[in-house]
């Protein structure tokens, strides 16, 4: 987005042992396949950026109030993080940089087991994850990214993707100044849930991480095994597609083991998303005037409510479905344990790794209150 002042990712070291694809590819095919998103004309523009920085100022204060968290070290008045204003291919130029900053280490430590990449294979890998990030950069409207390079643990970047917030507001026909602070009231508070528990990120590495391990081994045995048990994987992995019973696109090649793990993970992820949105909403409209017309109207696109069906189905495909599913299982949460412990007990989650709700409390928040609170 021209005026957004976005300058692109911060390069991250050489690891000792080849990268499982080529992270500068993949980087440079999304940002090649992204398209450009709503257009406007240039006053328009650079109204719409200065007002995302607007609201990302504004948004610190409402949600250091309203979550009753403060960060764990001290911060500048006013902020949580650096703020980038980003179009689709910085979007995913940032992630291309993050997801390597957190998939390096883990080829590291497979390095004795895992056979080096060939060229070709991470060419290969760099095509397809390029593409997957090109078709997300259009659904994106921001996101706090801890990962990126040159931040300590507990600080990240806020990116705000600006075609896309200007995108929904005018499909839904919102108010564009309570639209955006709405946006950066949910992302704020994923920067507040990193500073003040600033574990959080290498946590969530190590146990993305240990997924990964066994993601990698397991596809390692799968390329090394018989074409007939190759063959039985990927028929019941369709099959399942079929049935609608995928839940992420990683599912049919994880192991009971593996399963679990991704469970735990995905636990910690509908905290995070459900903590967040429904914070963005207990500002209330004093704040935002509008927002119990924004939630109706975001919550119908959502569901996907006049989708087309080729919409619907790269949602399946891209786990946006699991996704959804995140922030309602965790806003449920969030707001059982408010009405048992109050908001101060809810923020015990945040004290350390032990204090997070596994993947059965967060279907039985009662179960976490007496764990946690006796």
């Not at 500002?283 to 080729?310: H, M, N, Q, W, Y």
């Not at 919409?311 to 495909?317: A, E, I, W, Y």
Request: charged share 20%; hydrophobic share 45%; proline share 7%.
């Amino acid at each position: 987005m021209p005026g957004g002042g976005y300058r692109g990712p911060v390069t991250t070291p050489a690891p000792a042992t080849e990268p499982l694809l080529d992270w500068t590819a993949a980087a440079q095919i999304a940002a090649r396949l992204a398209r450009p998103g709503a257009a406007a004309p240039r006053d328009d523009l650079d109204a719409l950026v200065a007002g995302l920085r607007a609201a990302a100022g504004d948004a610190v204060g409402h949600v250091l109030e309203v979550t009753g968290m403060t960060p764990a070290t001290p911060r500048a008045a006013g902020a949580l993080g650096d703020v980038h204003v980003v179009d689709r291919a910085g979007w995913a130029r940032a992630n291309a940089q993050s997801m390597r900053a957190m998939t390096d280490p883990v080829m590291a430590a497979l390095a004795a087991d895992v056979p080096a990449p060939s060229s070709a294979a991470r060419l290969a890998g760099a095509a397809e994850v390029g593409g997957l990030l090109a078709l997300l950069s259009g659904r994106v409207l921001g996101q706090f990214d801890p990962y990126g390079a040159g931040h300590a643990p507990g600080d990240g970047r806020l990116l705000l993707v600006a075609p896309n917030v200007l995108q929904v507001e005018r499909a839904l026909g919102l108010r564009p100044r309570d639209f955006r602070l709405w946006v950066c009231l949910h992302e704020q508070t994923h920067a507040l849930q990193f500073a003040a528990a600033p574990w959080l990120a290498d946590h969530l590495v190590g146990r993305v991480g240990d997924l990964m391990s066994g993601v990698t081994r397991s596809s390692v045995a799968m390329a090394r095994a018989p074409l007939r048990e190759k063959a039985a994987v990927v028929g019941r992995t369709v099959l399942r597609a079929v049935r609608g019973e995928l839940v992420t696109p990683l599912d049919g090649i994880l192991g009971p083991e593996q399963r679990r793990e991704l469970e735990e993970i995905t636990a910690v992820m509908a905290l995070l998303e459900g903590h967040a949105d429904v914070m963005m909403d207990a500002v209330g409209p004093r704040v935002v005037r509008s927002v119990r017309t924004i939630r109706a109207r975001f919550e119908k696109r959502r569901d996907g409510e006049g989708a087309p069906a080729l919409d619907v189905v790269l949602r399946r495909v891209l786990g946006m479905d699991a996704k959804l599913a995140q922030y309602r299982d965790g806003a449920a949460f969030v707001r059982a344990v408010e009405e048992r412990v109050g908001r101060g007990g809810l923020n015990a989650v945040w004290s350390g790794p032990g204090h997070l709700p596994s993947a059965r409390e967060i279907a039985d928040p009662r179960a976490w209150v007496r764990r946690v609170h006796g």
